[in-house]
C-alpha cells in the first residue's frame, strides 16, 4: 500500500518566520494530497489539497507544492503567528494500482509551535 | 450545521465488554471511515464504507468491526476491548476519498 513519511515530527519557529513541513509518498498513482491542522482537543481539519495536475496552490499565507518526479509535497507557512501552532498532517490516498483504493494513508504529524 | 457526531466522547471500560461508538453526519456524504490516533504514530485508518452497505478494511482493523447500513451512520464496534485498543478514536466522512475530510470531535477511550 502506500506509505506516507512526514519530517520533521516537531518544528519550532519564531513568530514572523516560515515554517516548511516536507512529506514523501510512495504509489505514483497517488493524485491527491491534502493537509490537516490539529488544535489540541479537536479533530483535524483540512487547510489546504492540492491535486496532481497542479505544482502549487496558494491560499494566503498557506501554500503547498507538489513534486510528482520525487514522490514529495511540502506545506508552506509564510508569516507565521502563534495560533498556528498544532499538528499538521499530510495524507495521500490509496490508488487502483496500489490495489488500495479507497484507502487514506496519514503521515505522523508534525507539532509545529510558534514562539511570540 | 454540517457536523460529524461521535459518541460518547469519553469512554473508559473494561476488557471483554462490547460497545459501540457511534458516527452520523449530515452532509449526505459517501464515504464514512474510521481512525484512531495514537502518540508517534498519526492517524491510521481501521475501516472505511464507500457507500452504505459497502464497508472495507483499512490498516489496522482487528479487534474492530463497522456496519454502514444508512448513509449517515457509521458505528464502530468493539466486541471484545483489549487494552492495546486504548486510543483516540475520529469518524469522517467526505464525498470520496479524494476529497475534503470532516472530522468529527473524537472519542478517547480506554480499556482497563
Known amino acids: 500500500g502506500e506509505n506516507v513519511e512526514q519530517h520533521p515530527s516537531t518544528l519550532s519557529v519564531q513568530e514572523g518566520d516560515s515554517a516548511v513541513i516536507k512529506c514523501t509518498y510512495s504509489?505514483?498513482?497517488?493524485?491527491?494530497f491534502p493537509w490537516y491542522k490539529q488544535e489540541l482537543g479537536k479533530g483535524p481539519q483540512l487547510i489546504i489539497d492540492?491535486?496532481?495536475?497542479?505544482g502549487e496552490k496558494k491560499d494566503q499565507r498557506i501554500a503547498v507544492t507538489l513534486n510528482k518526479t520525487a514522490k514529495h509535497f511540502s506545506l508552506h507557512i509564510t508569516e507565521t503567528q502563534p495560533e498556528d501552532s498544532a499538528v499538521y498532517f499530510c495524507?495521500?490516498?490509496?490508488?487502483?494500482?496500489?490495489?488500495?483504493?479507497?484507502?487514506?494513508?496519514f503521515g505522523r504529524g508534525t507539532q509545529l509551535t510558534v514562539w511570540p | 450545521e454540517a457536523q460529524v457526531t461521535q459518541n460518547p466522547r469519553y469512554l473508559i471500560t473494561v476488557t471483554g465488554k462490547k460497545l459501540t461508538v457511534t458516527c452520523s453526519q449530515n452532509?449526505?456524504?459517501?464515504?464514512m471511515s474510521w481512525y484512531r490516533q495514537d502518540p508517534g504514530l498519526g492517524l491510521r485508518q481501521i475501516y472505511y464504507?464507500?457507500?452504505?452497505?459497502?464497508?472495507d478494511k483499512g490498516d489496522v482493523p482487528e479487534g474492530y468491526k463497522v456496519s454502514r447500513k444508512e448513509k449517515r451512520n457509521f458505528p464502530l464496534i468493539l466486541e471484545s476491548p483489549s487494552p492495546n485498543q486504548t486510543s483516540l478514536y475520529f469518524c469522517?466522512?467526505?464525498?470520496?476519498?479524494?476529497?475534503?475530510?470532516?472530522f468529527g470531535p473524537g472519542t478517547r477511550l480506554t480499556v482497563l
Open positions: 469522517a466522512s467526505s464525498q470520496g476519498v479524494n476529497n475534503e475530510q470532516f
Open positions: 504509489d505514483s498513482a497517488s493524485n491527491y
Open positions: 492540492i491535486r496532481s495536475n497542479v
Open positions: 495524507a495521500a490516498p490509496g490508488t487502483d494500482r496500489g490495489s488500495t483504493l479507497g484507502r487514506l494513508y
Open positions: 452532509m449526505n456524504h459517501e464515504y
Open positions: 464504507s464507500m457507500n452504505v452497505e459497502v464497508t
